[in-house]
């Protein structure tokens, strides 16, 4: 390509990144936007409840009316229950919960030492792989890769001798781009599983739905992003990035210390403390008769208390590790230590919880209103009707889920609308929950890392500028583009692949709905 046609190119991806990031900054904030769909669901349930629809509701059979949101019964019904509508929200106790544990393994040290730990030891011919396999464990710890583990991809690979913008770039498509692969479970499971739940309830109040419905899935495509991971850092990344100068002020570049005696100490009895934990389990779950156990003898239906009690398992996989690393490693005194841990994890849920009151209440209205089952409806006979396969519906929901994700950022925002859409509207197509959350994720993780709208990509590119100090939003995004394309469709091949093979996507998770 000659050097003019290049600068074209330039040009118009800077021209198109910028009218990305102009018309996603016009956007209002999350919370805002759910309080705008709230007051929208209200009128458009008044202006539909006059209207007549042929649809029989398959909740009652009988037709389906819209109820009328905006008369004196149903506002004072909506402000008696407001509070319980928040407080009852799934999403919000089990997310909470399992944040109260990582909060304490994070501010013990555990979280830190432990990935350190995991880079000091790799060969430098595994560095690659290693870095988006760190990457994808710190999803455990919510936001600990940002921080954590992506200054350090750069780090390391500038005391191997590589460029450390490529260190940043794989960390990254790691942290980011991998953000719904993991072989731990994390606060996302139930996070999204709730509001999975809650849409499917606007069809049905019986489904139920368990929090690692999409594990098994989920734990298997770690192995597909940190082999991408690896060909894109390898062939695409590093030989573009190679010859670009290091102009950033190198002397001052944090480094990546090794771990200290009394970190090592502490990791040793976290992981002892971690294993009798499994073994433990094991054991008492093991017997036909134990308490784990339902009714049947069955450890993984719904009403089994094993499955029943994942998040406070969650929660424990943290706490008792990440308590007896402080204690070992001097970072915990007191037990006020461990309770400062839970309250800075709290802390920084207050974002998260302001966002959930509005979705709480939007999904409350939705429900209530019945557009749900009418937009469910319709959209499922409109579906038939153009007789497209399952597997392009599915195709379908990844690819819009990845465009809106360059205009909204939040996870948990974005499915709180798309859940109370997708999840029945396919249900009435004979597609589960459980497969429309997976669709979901993939479209979401994999264009992570190419919008600026995303909160942390600000800090990507400092950690850039570094190292390169012309780095800008548009020298990320196309540093990240090949990542981001090469899992979208890899990605979206492997979901179709995968649910035509008929492995479980998780525990108790289903393709088709009964």
């Known amino acids: 390509m000659s050097e003019e046609k290049q600068k074209i190119t330039v040009s118009l991806s800077e021209r198109m990144l910028a009218s990305v990031e102009r018309i996603g900054n016009k956007l209002p904030d999350p919370a805002v936007l759910f309080i705008v769909l709230l007051f929208v ?27 009328n949101l905006l008369s004196g019964s149903a506002i004072t019904e909506f402000m008696s229950v407001m509070v ?16 109260l544990g990582i909060g304490v393994a994070e501010h013990t040290g555990f979280i ?52 450390p913008l490529v260190g940043i770039a794989a960390a990254f498509a790691g942290v980011s781009g991998g953000f719904s692969a993991n072989f731990l479970p994390s606060s996302l499971d139930p996070m999204l599983q709730g509001l999975s739940q809650a849409g499917a309830q606007i069809l049905d109040p019986s489904v139920v739905l368990n929090p690692l419905n999409n594990y098994f899935f989920t734990a298997s495509s770690s192995f597909l992003i940190i082999a991408l991971g690896w060909y894109v ?55 036909g008769s134990s308490p784990w156990r339902d009714a049947t003898g069955d450890l993984t239906s719904g009403t ?19 308590y007896v690393y402080g204690v070992a490693a001097g970072t915990v005194k007191s037990s006020r230590d461990v309770i400062e841990g839970m309250t800075k994890a709290m802390q920084q849920m207050a974002y998260y919880l302001v966002i959930m009151f509005f979705i709480a209440q939007f999904v409350y209205a939705f429900g209530q209103s019945n557009l749900g089952v009418l937009l469910a409806l319709q959209g499922a006979a409109a579906l038939k009707a153009f007789a497209m396969p399952s597997y392009i519906t599915i195709v379908g929901v990844v690819f819009i889920t990845a465009l809106i994700n360059l205009f909204v950022g939040s996870s948990s925002a974005k499915w709180g609308v798309l859940a109370t859409i997708f999840v029945p509207m396919l249900m009435q197509l004979g597609i589960s929950p459980d497969l429309t959350q997976a669709a979901y994720r993939v479209g979401d993780s994999s264009t992570n890392i190419i919008t600026p709208l995303m909160p942390y990509f600000p800090l990507v590119v400092v950690y850039c500028q570094r190292y390169v100090k012309d780095t800008g939003i548009g020298t990320v995004t196309a540093m990240m583009l090949p990542y981001s394309i090469a899992f979208l469709i890899s990605w979206t091949i492997f979901l179709l692949l995968y649910t035509f093979s008929g492995l479980p996507l998780g525990i108790q998770s289903s393709y088709i709905y009964p």
Do not use: C
């Open 112 to 163: 830190n030492s432990g990935l350190r730990a995991l880079l000091s030891m790799t060969p430098q011919w595994l560095l690659t792989p290693m870095v988006i396999f760190a990457g994808i464990v710190s999803h455990s710890a919510v936001d600990a890769g940002y921080v954590l583990v992506i200054p350090l991809g750069g780090i390391i690979f500038y005391a191997a001798g590589r460029h």
């Open 84 to 99: 319980t509508n928040f407080s009852h929200f799934h999403p919000v106790g089990v997310v909470l919960v399992a944040m």
């Open 233 to 287: 850092t390898e062939k695409i990344v590093e030989p573009r990035l190679k010859n670009v100068e290091l102009n950033g002020d190198l002397e001052d570049l944090p480094t990546m210390k090794p771990l200290e005696p009394n970190e090592r100490k502490g990791l040793r009895a976290a992981g002892i403390v971690f294993f009798l934990g499994v073994i433990i389990m094991i054991i008492t779950a093991w017997p």
């Open 41 to 67: 669901v209200w009128v458009v349930s008044w202006l539909l409840s006059y209207v007549t629809f042929n649809v029989v509701d398959p909740r009652t059979n009988e037709l389906l009316v819209i109820n």
């Open 304 to 322: 089994a208390p094993m499955m029943r009690s994942i998040v406070s398992l969650i929660f424990l996989l943290f706490i008792l590790p990440g």
